[in-house]
């Protein structure tokens, strides 16, 4: 594989960022990668809030537990003020992801025509 196609190998499977560091671009992957942790990091938060809130209806919940109730209470969970930026942070998380790749591919084959001499 040259080095524009492990780059953007890497910067898909494991994360955006990862193709560009792999390049020696280290300012570019930082970036990349900050961005993805802090989307990752605001869509664990609000999945943790949304757990808890299950959990606390679950256990105030007096009874055989079923199915449906369980489903409303999830969707119930949902709602609320965090849903919106869970929901900016999926977007910016995939647009990351995808300009990170596309962005490891410009990387790589720029390099790659740098170093091929021209005759």
């Not at 757990?51 to 679950?58: C, P, R």
Request: proline share 3%.
């Amino acid at each position: 594989m040259n080095r524009s196609t492990t780059a953007v190998v890497l910067s898909a499977l494991v994360m955006p960022g990862a193709g560009q560091l792999y390049l020696k671009h280290v300012w570019r992957s930082m970036a990349f990668i900050g961005v993805s942790l802090t989307c990752l990091w605001f869509i664990g938060v609000r999945a943790m809030q949304q757990a808890s809130a299950v959990l606390l209806q679950m256990e105030s919940h007096e009874g055989a537990l079923d199915a449906a109730q369980m489903a409303e209470w999830v969707s119930q969970s949902q709602e609320g003020p965090g849903s919106m930026v869970a929901t900016l942070a999926v977007r910016m998380l995939l647009v990351c992801w995808v300009a990170g790749m596309i962005d490891a591919h410009r990387l790589g084959k720029r390099e790659g025509s740098r170093a091929t001499p021209v005759q």
